[in-house]
């Protein structure tokens, strides 16, 4: 398997059949749109292909800034522009639900103690018995 990463990484090639530039707006508040405009291999405009409007957005964790990407459905730039909004709220929700799919994830799985800590256990108990406390019960 390593071979075929060596292999693929040897061959990094350009595919001039799928080639895009790309335009970056934003009004500094709200996001970035990035406009994705397909051209040929000369950089003349593609129209055989649709141009393509990612939207970008952040929101805050407790982690810091987290940032979102997400399509905008539109024909052009003030379609997109028009349809950010709607996009944006679907792209956090869909981010949210994620980030809570992999907190379930985390806090389900399975922990178990290595085999140095598992020896040192008897009966269930921790070492020494119950409590370690000076507090003694009658």
Do not use: C, H, W
């Not at 405009?37 to 407790?62: C, H, M, W, Y």
């Amino acid at each position: 398997m390593a071979e075929q990463t060596g292999a693929r990484a040897g061959e990094a090639r350009m595919d001039a059949a799928s080639l895009y530039r790309e335009e970056i707006y934003t009004d500094r508040a709200a996001g970035t749109l990035r406009v994705l405009v397909p051209v040929k291999a000369d950089g003349s405009a593609d129209a055989a292909r649709p141009t393509l409007f990612i939207g970008e957005a952040q929101i805050l964790t407790n982690m810091g800034p987290l940032p979102i990407s997400f399509e905008v459905d539109a024909k052009n730039l003030t379609e997109a522009i028009e349809n950010y909004g709607e996009a944006a709220k679907v792209g956090v929700e869909r981010a949210v639900r994620e980030l809570q799919e992999l907190r379930r994830q985390a806090s389900s799985s399975i922990v178990l103690p290595g085999a140095g800590a598992a020896a040192g256990l008897t009966g269930g108990l921790p070492p020494g018995g119950l409590g370690g406390g000076k507090i003694k019960l009658p």
